[in-house]
């Protein structure tokens, strides 16, 4: 599976930016049991899960819940995440996975930086 994530950049804090990452490959187009989602991780700080997508199901880091939305096209193979009310806090590298719960094996897209500063 290959994934390819976009949509970083910088903005000013309480303005937004949507993340996408398109996954392919044979893997991607049929396995069926999969999930995917968005981790970051800030400089100096641990790798936090912030959203995840499973068979419609979303979960989100408590601290970007009621501001962050993740959404999937299945038919694309393709994850969204639209960053709203971003705060300088939320700047970090964001990269995107995809996982196969068959054997629970996740796949990584190159990194995306986001970073909120006025």
């Known amino acids: 599976v290959q994934l390819q994530a976009s949509g970083g950049g910088l903005v000013q804090p309480g303005g937004c930016l949507r993340l996408s990452c398109a996954a392919s490959?044979?893997?991607?187009?049929?396995?069926?049991?999969?999930?995917m989602g968005w981790y970051r991780q800030a400089p100096g700080k641990r790798r936090e899960l912030v959203a995840s997508?499973?068979?419609?199901?979303?979960n989100y880091a408590g601290s970007v819940q009621g501001r962050f939305s993740i959404s999937r096209d299945n038919a694309a193979n393709t994850v969204y995440l639209q960053m709203n009310s971003l705060k300088p806090e939320d700047t970090a590298v964001y990269s995107c996975?995809?996982?196969?719960?068959?054997?629970?094996?996740?796949?990584w897209g190159q990194g995306t930086q986001v970073t909120v500063s006025s």
């Open positions: 490959g044979s893997n991607a187009n049929f396995v069926s049991r999969n999930g």
């Open positions: 996975y995809w996982i196969n719960y068959n054997n629970n094996v996740k796949y």
């Open positions: 997508i499973t068979s419609g199901a979303t």
